[in-house]
T-cell receptor, first 110, second 113 residues
């Protein structure tokens, strides 16, 4: 079973920041949090990952709470092309049995 | 450009026939994976391989088989024993070290009638 819980769907207005939450209350100390997204009928695309510090790259920011039991993916200026299913997963070091849940379907509204 | 190629994009078969889905990567990645996705669902792990000539079952391996004879290739055979083979199949790879992310192909949509 997936180790994360995400809302089934969310809406966000174009141009606004999209904040996608993820709960991982059973995360262990050496498990990383990863985010991927899947645009319809394509393979998932890696976005970002982190352990305990906040992370930022050209696509998004990842905010992890101090207790590491939850995180938020932030798309700073959402566009229509950000409409996709977003998956939050946790992964143990060198654990190749990587489990995906059902993700959050993000709708960007014009 | 380096990447993962899955072919064909769409595949149709009659019930009772085995079918093999191709996955090739030129990223020099050690680890490769097969996932299955049903409509409106997440990804479920079928098989994964960390090195050549070695692979492990995922959560839904029954009715599937794989081989890893070459680093760049990880074909998946959907056998007639798979009860509900119609699905979207995704192949992925990773460097296999540390916390390297997965790189996915664009999938093969298999329809069995």
């Amino acid at each position: 079973d997936a180790k994360t819980t995400q809302p089934t769907s969310m809406d966000c207005a174009e141009g606004r920041a999209a904040n996608l939450p993820c709960n991982h209350s059973t995360i262990s100390g050496n498990e990383y949090v990863y985010w991927y997204r899947q645009i319809h009928s394509q393979g998932p695309q890696y976005i970002i990952h982190g352990l305990k510090n906040n992370e930022t790259n050209e696509m998004a920011s990842l905010i992890i709470t101090e207790d590491r039991k939850s995180s938020t993916l932030i798309l700073p200026h959402a566009t229509l092309r950000d409409t996709a299913v977003y998956y939050c997963i946790v992964r143990l070091y060198r654990d190749d049995k990587i489990i995906f849940g059902k993700g959050t379907r993000l709708h960007i509204l014009p | 450009d380096g990447g993962i190629t899955q072919s064909p994009k769409y595949l149709f078969r009659k019930e009772g026939q085995n079918v093999t889905l191709s996955c090739e990567q030129n990223l020099n990645h050690d680890a490769m994976y097969w996932y299955r996705q049903d409509p409106g669902q997440g990804l479920r792990l079928i098989y994964y391989s960390q090195i050549v000539n070695d692979f492990q079952k995922g959560d839904i391996a029954e009715g599937y088989s794989v081989s890893r004879e070459k680093k760049e290739s990880f074909p998946l055979t959907v056998t007639s024993a798979q009860k509900n083979p119609t699905a979207f199949y995704l192949c992925a790879s990773s460097i296999g070290q540390d916390y390297s992310p997965l790189h996915f192909g664009n999938g093969t949509r298999l329809t069995v009638t």
